[in-house]
């Protein structure tokens, strides 16, 4: 299952850039973070370190 972030919550932080296994995560025009779905593993790890709870499984 992959995860999407929500770019309202989003400050654009790039934590989740790092943690990204698959290098899944890239940042917008709008300094907002976004996930690629199709390199997305379902791994779970970006949400649990988002420290604005903006990431969530695309359900």
Do not use: E, H, Q, R
């Amino acid at each position: 299952m992959a995860y999407k972030i929500d770019a309202n919550k989003c400050v654009g932080c790039k934590t989740c850039m790092g943690v990204c296994p698959a290098n899944a995560i890239s940042v917008d025009n709008n300094g907002k973070c976004f996930i690629d779905k199709n390199k997305c593993m379902g791994c779970g790890t970006c949400a649990t370190i988002c420290p604005m709870s903006a990431i969530n499984p695309d359900l």
